[in-house]
């Protein structure tokens, strides 16, 4: 890289610290220095071009992603120090009142929060947080629509790594956050066949072609349960939107990493049982922290998983759907190296439908990865919030 911030001395005044965004060399020397806690399945500069490369896609392409970083500012760029560093990502969300009408708004979803050992224990994330937290209420709140008012953020979110405490000490409270693991099963074991691409099995591979309208319809369903829920509760709803950019972003993601492990791409993103009206369908994606010799974490994580008609179908029905789509799955995670399937904080009706499919599982009440946490920037307390499809597609 060049630089040597070890010798940079950060100031002590609290004042003088800024939250900015970092030049394009700021940035490769955050991703440089993140390499090794996020990206050992990709060599070092195969890591640097993956972050390079994210920013190009739907979501985070035309301001779509934003980087911070806490600096000094009596330093020039690219000569003041990284004292601590994240990125927020632009998300369409909903908003459902108690009356059950529901708006249409933004949430950023906050990653990569990440201090250099040399600067830790100095409260510079905690600064950068705090700062941050302000900043978003209004960041990116114009409109993209020609003569309509400047869409609302409802809220940020981020996903905590390290325990439900001090994030929630700077206001982002902590929401449920369970998921259900499946062990990888071969095609041998489940009587599937994928090198055939799963022909003759009661559900259907999807792949990129299909989730156009597959997400259309879940945009509609969601906008549905999000003003049910309003309405039952007599509590505002919100819920970020699962719709193609989001979905891209993980999927593209994971192309990303599989062509330089692998060296080859996935043909199955997914898999959909029953007919039109009456499916349950299922996104996933494949990811990588150990690489295919440590794989412990390397995960298929189900991003989203529906049922489009929850009143018609018999739970029986969404019972054997659901089945085939994880047996699916689990094959997909023997194919491509992975430990397990997971899928995140599912609905009562999920819970039930997994209690009764007979397939062998584990529920995990996470306390220490991957919280899921709210800050609330509209009426009323983040308390009293419900987060309406809480799921791995929010995930960043």
């Given at each position: 890289?060049?630089?040597?911030?070890?010798?940079?001395?950060?100031?002590?005044?609290?004042?003088?610290?800024?939250?900015?965004?970092?030049?394009?060399?700021?940035?490769?020397r955050?991703?440089?220095?993140t390499?090794p806690?996020?990206?050992?399945?990709?060599?070092?500069?195969?890591?640097?071009e993956?972050e390079?490369?994210?920013?190009?896609?739907?979501?985070?392409?035309?301001?779509?992603l934003?980087?911070?970083?806490?600096t000094?500012p009596s330093l020039?760029?690219?000569?003041?120090p990284i004292?601590?560093?994240?990125?927020?990502?632009?998300?369409?969300?909903?908003r459902?009142?108690p009356d059950g009408s529901?708006e249409d708004g933004?949430?950023?979803?906050?990653?990569?929060?990440?201090t250099?050992?040399?600067?830790?224990?100095?409260?510079?994330?905690?600064?950068?947080?705090?700062?941050?937290?302000?900043?978003?209420r209004t960041?990116?709140?114009?409109?993209?629509?020609?003569?309509?008012?400047?869409?609302?953020v409802?809220?940020?979110?981020?996903?905590?790594?390290?325990?439900?405490?001090?994030?929630?000490?700077?206001?982002?409270?902590?929401?449920?956050?369970?998921?259900?693991?499946?062990?990888?099963?071969?095609?041998?074991e489940?009587?599937?066949?994928p090198?055939d691409?799963?022909?003759?099995?009661?559900?259907?591979?999807?792949?990129?072609?299909?989730l156009?309208?597959?997400?259309?319809?879940?945009e509609?369903?969601?906008?549905?349960?999000v003003?049910?829920?309003?309405?039952?509760?007599?509590r505002?709803?919100?819920a970020?939107?699962?719709?193609?950019?989001?979905?891209?972003?993980?999927?593209?993601?994971?192309?990303?990493?599989?062509?330089?492990?692998?060296?080859?791409?996935?043909?199955?993103?997914?898999a959909?049982?029953?007919?039109?009206?009456?499916?349950?369908?299922?996104?996933?994606?494949?990811?990588?922290?150990?690489g295919l010799?440590?794989r412990e974490?390397?995960?298929?994580?189900?991003?989203?998983?529906v049922?489009?008609?929850?009143e018609?179908?018999?739970?029986?029905e969404?019972?054997?759907g659901?089945?085939?789509?994880?047996?699916?799955?689990?094959?997909?995670?023997?194919?491509w190296?992975?430990?397990?399937?997971?899928?995140w904080?599912?609905?009562g009706?999920?819970?039930?439908v997994v209690?009764?499919?007979g397939?062998?599982?584990?529920?995990?009440e996470?306390?220490?990865?991957?919280?899921?946490s709210?800050?609330?920037?509209?009426?009323?307390?983040?308390?009293?919030?419900?987060?309406?499809?809480?799921?791995?597609?929010?995930?960043?």
């Amino acid at each position: 890289m060049g630089e040597n911030m070890g010798s940079t001395t950060p100031p002590s005044v609290p004042g003088t610290f800024i939250l900015t965004r970092p030049t394009d060399a700021e940035r490769r020397r955050t991703w440089s220095l993140t390499h090794p806690l996020w990206g050992p399945a990709l060599r070092h500069e195969d890591y640097v071009e993956r972050e390079v490369y994210l920013t190009t896609v739907p979501l985070a392409k035309e301001g779509g992603l934003s980087q911070w970083i806490l600096t000094d500012p009596s330093l020039p760029p690219n000569e003041r120090p990284i004292l601590s560093s994240c990125e927020t990502l632009r998300k369409r969300a909903i908003r459902a009142r108690p009356d059950g009408s529901v708006e249409d708004g933004i949430a950023h979803g906050i990653g990569a929060v990440f201090t250099d050992a040399q600067y830790r224990g100095r409260g510079y994330a905690n600064r950068l947080m705090r700062e941050l937290g302000l900043r978003l209420r209004t960041w990116q709140g114009e409109s993209k629509r020609r003569n309509s008012n400047p869409d609302e953020v409802f809220c940020s979110v981020l996903y905590s790594d390290i325990g439900k405490t001090f994030y929630a000490k700077l206001g982002w409270a902590p929401y449920p956050s369970s998921h259900v693991a499946f062990p990888p099963v071969s095609g041998a074991e489940s009587g599937l066949a994928p090198q055939d691409g799963y022909r003759g099995a009661k559900a259907r591979p999807i792949g990129y072609h299909e989730l156009a309208e597959l997400c259309c319809a879940d945009e509609r369903l969601l906008r549905e349960r999000v003003a049910r829920t309003a309405r039952e509760s007599g509590r505002t709803a919100v819920a970020l939107l699962p719709d193609l950019d989001q979905i891209l972003w993980h999927l593209m993601r994971e192309d990303y990493m599989m062509k330089r492990i692998f060296g080859r791409t996935p043909s199955v993103r997914g898999a959909v049982y029953g007919e039109k009206g009456r499916r349950v369908w299922a996104v996933w994606t494949r990811a990588y922290y150990g690489g295919l010799e440590k794989r412990e974490g390397n995960t298929l994580h189900l991003l989203r998983v529906v049922v489009e008609d929850e009143e018609g179908m018999e739970e029986r029905e969404v019972v054997e759907g659901f089945t085939e789509i994880v047996r699916i799955a689990q094959c997909e995670a023997t194919e491509w190296c992975l430990q397990e399937c997971q899928m995140w904080n599912p609905t009562g009706l999920l819970r039930r439908v997994v209690e009764g499919c007979g397939l062998e599982c584990a529920f995990v009440e996470r306390e220490g990865e991957s919280i899921a946490s709210l800050m609330w920037y509209g009426e009323g307390t983040t308390e009293g919030v419900e987060w309406v499809a809480n799921e791995k597609f929010g995930w960043c």
